[in-house]
């Protein structure tokens, strides 16, 4: 697996202080992706899922203990060994790493991202595109009802 240099929350320079993303790793990313899709699991089941790469158990148990520090992991102990869950969503990692990237690009000015962000969608995938506008039109609903 490619090492993304500090990890995801840096992909756009220098950082504030005030990040609402701690600094995510390759490997990080990898192991938040299966506990969101498998739900709760140990260090060895994790291992199971894990592709293209050879790690060991304590590296994958190290790996856990951060996202753990992080508060991003709550787990439970299941005889001799935690059982994982992901303590935050995907769309709240996503939302807090938006967020970050409006405060760093645009000082918190949300409409350049969300213009840019439909023009990339509308670009890449048509059919995607529509389902955002009909999310946004349901939302708007929603406000004014």
């Known amino acids: ?14 950082r504030q202080k005030t990040t609402q993303v701690p600094s995510l790793g390759v490997r990080e990313i990898e192991v938040l992706r299966i506990l969101w899709r498998e739900g709760e699991l140990s260090a060895q089941q994790v291992l199971q899922f894990i592709e293209n790469e050879e790690i060991s158990l304590s590296t994958m148990q190290s790996t856990l203990e951060r996202l753990f520090r992080k508060n ?20 709240a990692i996503i939302s807090g790493l938006l967020q970050d990237i409006a405060s760093q690009l645009s000082g918190g000015d949300m409409a350049p991202m969300i213009s840019g962000f439909i023009e990339y969608v509308g670009e890449e995938s048509p059919e995607s595109l529509e389902q955002v506008k009909h999310s946004l039109s349901a939302k708007s609903q929603k406000t004014e009802d």
């Open 72 to 91: 991003l992991l709550s787990r439970q102990k299941s005889g001799r060994y935690y059982l994982y869950t992901a303590s935050i969503s995907q769309s």
């Open 1 to 14: 697996m490619k090492n993304l240099g500090k990890g995801l929350s840096h992909w756009f320079g220098n």
